[in-house]
Nanobody, 117 residues
């Protein structure tokens, strides 16, 4: 069993930065990859970034590539835009989940990110 808790969300101006944390517990977590997804009001959940269990492979959505950096603990978000406003969720998948939410077995409760223009 893996438990995930996100933190670090908040209100930031466009062009600013935030760092989200994904605190994980569970003795099998070392074998899980981590993914971040987000959901804006009235929109479908979308993939943001993923990293594999070893930290050696990362994958980003085109919309955040070059601005966001994922590690197994953090999602560093730079050059934020109003369209990045959403609830952000971290999730855990065996080995590596990539962009497919169905591969993720465990999810956190989410943290709100709001970017003002």
């Amino acid at each position: 069993q893996v438990q995930l808790v996100e933190s670090g969300g908040g209100l930031v101006q466009a062009g600013g930065s935030l760092r989200l944390s994904c605190a994980a517990s569970g003795r099998t977590f070392a074998t899980y990859g981590v993914g971040w997804f987000r959901q804006a009001p009235g929109k479908e959940r979308e993939f943001v970034a993923a990293i594999d269990w070893s930290g050696g492979t990362t994958y980003y959505a085109d919309t955040v590539k070059g601005r966001f950096t994922i590690s197994r603990v953090y999602l560093q978000m730079n050059s934020l835009k109003p369209e990045d406003t959403a609830i952000y969720y971290c999730a855990a998948a065996k080995s590596f989940g990539g962009s497919d939410p169905n591969k993720y077995n465990y999810w956190g409760q989410g943290t709100q990110v709001t970017v003002s223009s």
